[in-house]
């Protein structure tokens, strides 16, 4: 088996007809993120905090180094242990629309190790994207998170009245 010759980079990205305030709130605001990405955050996304998000549907949560929030513009963030840098551009398409990109870096371990953990990555990020989408065009919550791996929910998630 040969090494790997270049670390990878997750790239993903997605048209959200929405403008760009709008979409870029609901990434930094967790009352609007809660509602596609994960169920609890300890604050806002602001530069030089450390937050924690939380998915309680399995039980885990995460420390999340904010790096930088240009308004409108970019999100960066360092995540798990070694940090992973993650960053967010929001592109305005016109003035009702915005695509967003997500790239995602610094995977650690084997190569296998880190090719597994750049496939989970690019998943996990383009159904964020679509969670995203649909909400705010269509005003509809997926559930694609916890749908994502139904085998893993904490019996608490599973017993839950809404």
Not at 12 to 41: C, D, G, Y
Request: proline letters at 7%; a negative charge; charged letters at 25%.
């Amino acid at each position: 088996m040969m090494p790997l010759k270049n670390a990878p980079v997750v790239s993903t990205q997605m048209l959200i007809r929405k403008p760009v305030a709008e979409v870029f709130e609901a990434f930094v605001n967790p009352a609007i993120t809660t509602k596609f990405w994960f169920t609890r955050s300890s604050g806002r996304l602001e530069p030089d905090k450390t937050i924690t998000w939380e998915w309680e549907m399995y039980g885990v949560s995460s420390q999340v180094e904010v790096k930088a929030v240009e308004l409108d513009n970019r999100i960066v963030i360092e995540w798990d242990d070694p940090p992973c840098p993650v960053e967010w551009q929001f592109i305005p398409q016109g003035d009702a629309a915005t695509l967003v990109k997500i790239s995602n870096s610094g995977f650690q371990g084997s190569d296998d190790e880190v090719v597994t953990q750049a496939i989970d990555s690019m998943s996990g990020f383009t159904m964020v994207l679509a969670g995203l989408k649909a909400l705010l065009e269509h005003g509809i919550r997926l559930d694609l998170v916890p749908d994502h791996h139904p085998e893993a929910l904490t019996e608490s998630w599973n017993n839950r009245s809404e």
